[in-house]
């Protein structure tokens, strides 16, 4: 419908001449049609600003002054630099209007803004619907403004990342940002926070850079994710340092020997959180093996504890399909759908020992043969001013002491030494198992045989300063596969 409503662009002159084909419409021989005419412009959309002159004149004549009166309101017609802009009840209205527009130009420029231009409110009377919205000067005046202009805004959790003349550009860019973690099987992706695109007013400077939004979505959130391994770092020490477990770590740095790092390895310390994270759905079918169940088979020929795999099994096989849950491309949660065994596994068969242990049975663990001072400890040692490796513990004791067996075993050698042992004097060596084997050497005398079980706690020996000893003590050594280890780290 044609009306003053849709004119802010129409000049004064031709806003004039619409109204003077109106004046001559209302010729006194005409006036009896006026009624008429109004109810026909209603529903033809005719122009209906009237003069004030004619409308007084128009309504003496007639006589329903009190009708028109109810359908015609006084009102002004607001003209800016000579362009009719519509129509107010009150230039208050107006002024208004430009006081809000002056303070969010002000708000989004950064700086007092005001407009400029010559204002110009014509009297007129016209029906109440004519009046124009506020929101549509507002709209005009914006527009005039070179500084600002009406933009999409892409916003995350109420953060301005950029704006496009272009909505599909801000929505390409957050395309991009799903695109890293969408594969194939992606059913479903969504973003983690508040995304939102306005169409507003910004500056006209604003960021319209879609690499620098790209790379604030995709920005890490969580600091340093990465340490270098510096000299005397453990990675208990780096995961403690960071706030993590062992574990939490380890899951951070997969395949990485949490035993042995090395200066300048770089490892993950945090996990990398994207100013805009993205959770994806992937549906999957895959092929996994099946764990053999394992049957046990008694063999009274073996010990309490002892097993023996006597077949392996074959594993078996299905066809799982399942949607898993990503965070930013890591895994959260997996629901499996369906699952086809494709190949039933066989039993794992494994005979276990009923045999009870004899007493002598070797424990796994170690206790202190005798107690006392520690004289000369494991390792590089000073003897009369040259360095000399230990290969036990001396462990200074009364003469006569009870040496007790450090575990169960077997004893190897009960004797005196000869050879290259001829400095042990008297010594017993007991064999574990294993590969592990524990000598007590120096001994006054010996309270087992070569070829004797011994249970752990037995007294096998008394303490002496025999072979070469410089006072009473017991050299306790332990060796694994024939090299002495420290004693020290078994003995509990
Ligand atoms: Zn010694």
Not at 228 to 240: C, L, S
Request: with cysteine; net charge negative.
């Amino acid at each position: 419908m044609e009306s003053i409503l849709h004119l802010p662009r129409w000049d004064g002159a031709g806003m004039r001449a619409k109204l003077g084909q109106f004046q001559q419409r209302l010729q006194l021989q005409q006036r009896l049609e006026l009624m008429q005419h109004r109810l026909d412009a209603a529903t033809a959309g005719e122009q209906r600003l009237i003069s004030p002159l004619n409308f007084f004149a128009a309504a003496a004549v007639i006589g329903v002054a009190a009708i028109v009166a109810t359908v015609y309101t006084p009102a002004y017609v607001v003209e800016m630099d000579g362009i009719v802009l519509g129509t107010v009840s009150d230039p208050q209205v107006f002024e208004q209007a430009v006081d809000r527009v002056e303070a969010r130009a002000s708000e989004i420029l950064g700086y007092e803004y005001t407009m400029e231009g010559d204002l110009n409110y014509e009297f007129a009377l016209t029906e109440p619907e004519n009046i124009t919205p506020t929101a549509q000067f507002e709209t005009y005046l914006f527009d005039q403004i070179g500084e600002v202009m009406k933009n999409y805004v892409l916003t995350v959790d109420g953060q301005f990342i950029g704006a496009a003349q272009d909505r599909a550009v801000l929505d390409g860019v957050l395309e991009q940002v799903k695109a890293a973690y969408v594969t194939e099987n992606t059913v479903s992706s969504e973003f983690v926070g508040t995304v939102s695109i306005s169409h507003e007013y910004t500056a006209s400077d604003v960021n319209q850079d879609t690499t620098a939004m790209f790379t604030a979505l995709t920005a890490n959130t969580n600091g340093q994710t990465v340490y270098e391994v510096q000299k005397g770092d453990t990675f208990m020490q780096i995961a403690m340092d960071n706030g993590m477990t062992v574990s939490e770590m380890e899951a951070l740095n997969p395949g990485v020997d949490i035993n042995k790092i090395y200066i300048g390895q770089l490892l993950n310390v945090k996990e990398e959180i994207p100013f805009l994270s993205v959770k994806t759905v992937d549906n999957v079918t895959y092929t996994e093996s099946i764990d053999c169940p394992v049957v046990e088979v008694e063999d009274d020929t073996m010990y309490q504890g002892q097993t023996k795999v006597l077949d392996a099994g074959t594993p078996g096989e299905q066809v799982v399909n399942a949607d898993i849950a990503y965070l930013n491309g890591v895994e959260q949660e997996r629901t499996i759908l369906s699952t086809e065994v494709t190949r039933e596994a066989t039993n794992k068969v494994v005979a276990v020992g009923t045999k009870v242990r004899p007493s002598w049975y070797p424990t796994g663990s170690y206790i202190w043969p005798v107690y006392g001072t520690i004289t000369s400890s494991f390792g590089y040692r000073s003897v009369f001013g040259s360095y000399s490796y230990h290969d036990g513990l001396d462990i200074a004791a009364p003469y006569g002491t009870t040496i007790k067996a450090s575990d169960g075993g077997t004893v190897v050698w009960s004797g005196t030494g000869t050879g290259g042992y001829w400095s042990f004097g008297k010594y017993v060596v007991i064999d574990h198992g294993n590969g592990v084997r524990t000598i007590y050497a120096h001994c006054s005398s010996l309270l087992v045989s070569t070829g004797d079980h011994v249970y752990q706690g037995q007294a096998i020996a008394k303490v002496g300063s025999t072979g070469r000893s410089s006072g009473n003590h017991c050299h306790f050594e332990m060796q694994i596969n024939g090299t002495p280890v420290n004693p020290r780290s078994y003995l509990s």
